[in-house]
């Protein structure tokens, strides 16, 4: 059984450019959420999607943005990276709105 | 605002020797308390869901309880490979699937 894949594994961005990345949930989850790991702190919510729809916003700026397919898979979209958006990026499938999440294992940013 | 705070930061223990980890929470509307272990570099993998004061589960050598205002896993008899970082969240009500972390425990088993 395929878990929650994501990619890239891992990426350098330079100040100022903007990234893309992807996220693919477990078979039969409708809800994707996002969430920002910095090292040596506990993963801070972005997003949650769920049927394609936004269900929740953390305390990101806007230059953070997301979007969920038809197939329930997801984008993350970051513009205009700051050196601290170097970053674990976690996403997570959940089958419902309210239930257990399951995370992938990460992108590794580093915006230099 | 919404708190969880784990405690310790990080513990050592000798194999065999059993322990206990805090995530202590301030929340209103608990929906649901979760236990995750991380891995270094590594996606959080999930443990347990508890979701009433009193509640508690188990699995190998790890049992997680919850009260109304603290969890705790008891780790028995660890063994190496349970070295990693365990980390706590709070799902509130309100709709939504936000998960609010604590900063977690780092635990090391050594030989």
């Known amino acids: 059984d395929a878990g929650v894949t994501q990619s890239p594994t891992h990426l350098i961005k330079t100040r100022g450019q903007h990234v893309t990345l992807r996220c693919s949930p477990i078979?039969?989850?409708?809800?994707v959420s996002w969430y920002q790991q910095v090292l040596g702190q506990g993963p801070q919510f972005i997003f949650q999607y769920y049927e394609k729809e936004e269900r929740g916003r953390g305390n990101f700026p806007d230059r953070f943005s997301a979007r969920q397919f038809p197939n329930y898979s997801s984008e993350l979209n970051v513009n205009a990276l700051l050196l601290g958006d170097s970053a674990l990026y976690l996403c997570?499938?959940?089958?419902?709105?309210?239930?257990?999440?399951?995370f992938g294992q990460g992108t590794r940013l580093t915006v230099v | 605002e919404d708190q969880v705070t784990q405690s310790p930061e990080a513990l050592r223990l000798q194999e065999g020797e059993s322990s206990s980890l805090n995530c202590s929470y301030t929340?209103?509307?608990?929906?649901?308390l979760f236990w995750y272990r991380q891995d270094p570099g590594k996606g959080p993998e999930f443990l347990f869901t508890l979701y009433s004061a009193g509640e508690e589960k188990e699995k190998e050598r790890l049992k997680a309880t919850l009260t109304k205002k603290e969890s705790f896993l008891h780790i028995t008899a660890p063994k190496p490979e349970d070295s990693a970082t365990y980390l706590c969240?709070?799902?509130?009500?309100?709709?939504?699937?936000?998960?609010?972390f604590g900063t977690g425990t780092q635990l090391k088993v050594e030989l």
């Open positions: 969240a709070v799902h509130k009500g309100g709709g939504g699937n936000k998960l609010t």
């Open positions: 997570a499938s959940s089958w419902g709105s309210n239930t257990e999440a399951f």
């Open positions: 078979s039969g989850h409708k809800s």
């Open positions: 929340v209103s509307g608990l929906r649901g």
